[in-house]
């Protein structure tokens, strides 16, 4: 059974840091570009931040809104992807959750004619004094 499980939210006060994990099972993470999105009650969900596989390069992109403050980063070995997020405002308030996507291709020696598209429940996050 494919499954991205979050974890790390919680509630924390205006400039502190929280790391978020996304742990997958029943499939691997080494052909997915992995991304983090956040959803604000009230608000359209929002792309937060994308590392790519290998063939990638495992290159990074970010929202504007949390350049310089967010990091992603994966651990194929551990199935897992984080999000470091430092200086948090209470704009980062939202329901994080965790994607894995990638297109049709060939992966580990076979033809996969699917688009993957896998997503997390999410984990809460609020930024409030």
């Known amino acids: 059974q494919v499954q991205l499980v979050e974890s790390g939210g919680g509630l924390v006060q205006p400039g502190g840091s929280l790391r978020l994990s996304c742990a997958a099972s029943?499939?691997?993470?080494?052909?997915?570009?992995m991304s983090w999105y956040r959803q604000a009650p009230g608000k359209e969900r929002e792309l937060v931040a994308t590392i790519t596989s290998a063939g990638g390069g495992f290159s990074t992109n970010y929202a504007e809104s949390v350049k310089g403050r967010f990091t992603i980063s994966r651990d194929n070995a551990k199935n897992t992807v984080y999000l470091q997020m430092n200086s948090l405002k209470p704009e980062d308030t939202a329901v994080y959750h965790c994607?894995?996507?990638?297109?049709?291709?060939?992966?580990?020696?076979?033809?996969?004619?699917?688009?993957?598209?896998?997503w997390g429940q999410g984990t809460q996050v609020t930024v409030s004094s």
């Open positions: 994607n894995a996507a990638r297109g049709s291709g060939y992966y580990g020696g076979s033809y996969d004619f699917a688009r993957r598209d896998y």
């Open positions: 029943g499939f691997t993470i080494s052909y997915y570009a």
